[in-house]
């Protein structure tokens, strides 16, 4: 998300009078130094929201193929110019039936070095009133490295997973096997040499992944591997994102446990989505 701020400094003009004979002529004197200016505050605050005709996280619909309203705040502070310390939450409206919302805890670092960045965190996925439909919150590691390679081509992955997939919940306890859940992922933001509008950069972003379970959430949730991919058309302007999006899976309900629905829809199914999305920082509007 780009942060914008602007500096103003101002130089001041000192008027001088020769002296002797010139003493009639107004000479002006060399403009002194203009002062330095402050540097940016090392403390930020970013907010977004967006509007989703269907939530799919990896390739699955977390909203029956329902539309879903979601928002975000992250706290950042910059101690210095390769690394930023953040933390933050997400949340979605859910109409699965197992659980009445999600919200994503996240904090973590964020490194860069030229065109290099690495972020390197943690994310606790809390699902409110979940636990008595077998819908448990839980935690995972993440790091996300990316490279841009110019202007218009940045390549980035996702490696991120934990133990205690689901909590262990189950609704036959006790549960059996490890909780083991991880997932990887590729991902490029072309930008365009097109544009509808002055103002207006399109991009292309494609993403290919796949998802693995342990033995304990295959056991005792019926969740199976599988791949996921979609690509995306990027409409920007300014804060405003327009996003279309089509998401594809290599599996399907009833063989997967988490493809079925409490509506008798495939979660997992082939979807067109459009997301309209605000993101902006305070940095942005002073």
């Given amino acids: 998300m780009k942060k914008v701020v602007v500096l103003v400094a101002a130089g001041l003009a000192l008027g001088a009078a020769a002296p002797g004979f010139a003493a009639d002529l107004s000479v002006k004197a060399k403009p002194a130094a203009a002062a330095p200016a402050p540097a940016p505050a090392p403390f930020d605050i970013l907010f977004g929201t967006a509007f989703t005709t269907d939530y799919e996280l990896r390739g699955v619909s977390q909203s029956a193929h329902k539309g879903a309203v979601q928002g975000y705040t992250e706290l950042d502070y910059k101690p210095s110019d390769w690394l930023t310390l953040y933390s933050g939450v997400w949340g979605s409206s859910l109409y699965t039936g197992f659980a009445d919302a999600e919200f994503d805890f996240s904090g973590g670092a964020r490194f860069s070095r030229g065109n290099f960045g690495l972020d390197l965190g943690y994310v606790f996925y809390d699902y409110p009133g979940g636990k008595p439909n077998g819908f448990g919150s839980f935690g995972e590691f993440y790091a996300k ?70 033995s304990g959430p295959k056991a005792n949730l019926g969740v199976a591997d599988y791949n996921w991919w979609d690509v995306g058309l990027d409409f920007n302007y300014k804060a405003i994102t327009l996003d279309l999006r089509y998401w594809d899976t290599d599996v399907s309900a009833p063989t997967a446990a988490q493809c079925i629905t409490t509506t008798g829809t495939d979660a997992c199914s082939s979807r067109f989505v459009a997301m309209l999305k605000f993101d902006t920082a305070l940095s942005a509007l002073k």
């Fill in 145 to 214: 490295p990316s490279y841009k390679f110019n202007d218009w081509l940045t390549i980035a992955g996702v490696v991120d997973g934990g133990n205690n997939f689901n909590d262990k919940v189950t609704l036959l306890p006790p549960w059996v096997g490890n909780g083991d859940a991880y997932y990887y992922s590729g991902n490029a933001v072309v930008t365009l040499p097109w544009s509808p509008m002055a103002g207006v950069t399109v991009s292309l972003n494609p993403e290919v992944g796949h998802q693995s379970y342990g």
